[in-house]
T-cell receptor, first 115, second 110 residues
Framework: EPEVTQTPSHQVTQMGQEVILRCVPISNHLYFYWYRQILGQKVEFLVSFYNNEISEKSEIFDDQFSVERPDGSNFTLKIRSTKLEDSAMYFC?????????????FGPGTRLTVL | DAKTTQPPSMDCAEGRAANLPCNHSTISGNEYVYWYRQIHSQGPQYIIHGLKNNETNEMASLIITEDRKSSTLILPHATLRDTAVYYCIVIENAGNMLTFGGGTRLMVKP
C-alpha cells in the first residue's frame, strides 16, 4: 500500500539554525499538508499546498516557515531560524483531491528537537 | 476550535466491541464526520467517514444519528493494537484543514 514517507525521523538542531523537513507524498496525490504536535498537546494544522501554492495556513505558520515542492516527488517544510518552542513532531500528509471521498494520509513524522 | 466533543478516555476489554461516542451538535448540512486515530506518537491514521448514512469498512463502523448531531465509532472486536487516541472531526471536504480536538484515549485491556 502506498504511504507518505518523511525524513529524517529525528532532527536535533541548535536554536537559530535553519532546518528543512522532507516529505514524499503518495505519488498521485495533489494536495499536501503539514501539521505539528508539541509533546502532550493536540495535533495542529500548519499549512496546505496545492498547485504549487499555499491554499491555507494557520496563525502558527508565520514568516519563519516556508513550504516548497522542489521537484515532482518531494514536499519540504523549512523553518528559517528555529526557536525552542518549535520542538515538536511534524507530520506531513497528502490527499488525492479535496473531495469528501478522499482522505488525508499522514506520514510517520519527524521529531524536531531544538536545543 | 474543534466542533466536536468526545470523552477523554475509555476502556474496553480485548475481543469486545468498543463504542466511541462523539457529539457534533453544530454540524451543518454539508459537513462530513471523519474519524482518525493516533497510535502512540505515530501519524494520525484515517479510519472512516460519513455524511448521514451509517458506514462500514474493514476497520470499523460509523453510526450517525438521524439528526446528525452525534455519532458512534464502533470497533467490533477490539484488540490490544487498537489502543490509541481516537479523533472525531467534522469538515466540509477532505481538502480542508483537519482540526484535532483532544480525542478519546481508548485503552484496550487483556
Amino acid at each position: 500500500e502506498p504511504e507518505v514517507t518523511q525524513t529524517p525521523s529525528h532532527q536535533v538542531t541548535q536554536m537559530g539554525q535553519e532546518v528543512i523537513l522532507r516529505c514524499v507524498p503518495i505519488s498521485n496525490h495533489l494536495y499536501f499538508y503539514w501539521y505539528r504536535q508539541i509533546l502532550g498537546q493536540k495535533v495542529e494544522f500548519l499549512v496546505s499546498f496545492y498547485n504549487n501554492e499555499i491554499s491555507e495556513k494557520s496563525e502558527i505558520f508565520d514568516d519563519q516557515f516556508s513550504v516548497e515542492r522542489p521537484d515532482g516527488s518531494n514536499f519540504t517544510l523549512k523553518i528559517r531560524s528555529t526557536k525552542l518552542e518549535d520542538s515538536a513532531m511534524y507530520f506531513c500528509a497528502s490527499s488525492e483531491s479535496s473531495s469528501h471521498t478522499d482522505t488525508q494520509y499522514f506520514g510517520p513524522g519527524t521529531r524536531l528537537t531544538v536545543l | 476550535d474543534a466542533k466536536t466533543t468526545q470523552p477523554p478516555s475509555m476502556d474496553c476489554a480485548e475481543g469486545r466491541a468498543a463504542n466511541l461516542p462523539c457529539n457534533h451538535s453544530t454540524i451543518s448540512g454539508n459537513e462530513y464526520v471523519y474519524w482518525y486515530r493516533q497510535i502512540h506518537s505515530q501519524g494520525p491514521q484515517y479510519i472512516i467517514h460519513g455524511l448521514k448514512n451509517n458506514e462500514t469498512n474493514e476497520m470499523a463502523s460509523l453510526i450517525i444519528t438521524e439528526d446528525r448531531k452525534s455519532s458512534t465509532l464502533i470497533l467490533p472486536h477490539a484488540t490490544l493494537r487498537d489502543t490509541a487516541v481516537y479523533y472525531c472531526i467534522v469538515i466540509e471536504n477532505a481538502g480542508n484543514m483537519l482540526t484535532f480536538g483532544g480525542g478519546t484515549r481508548l485503552m484496550v485491556k487483556p
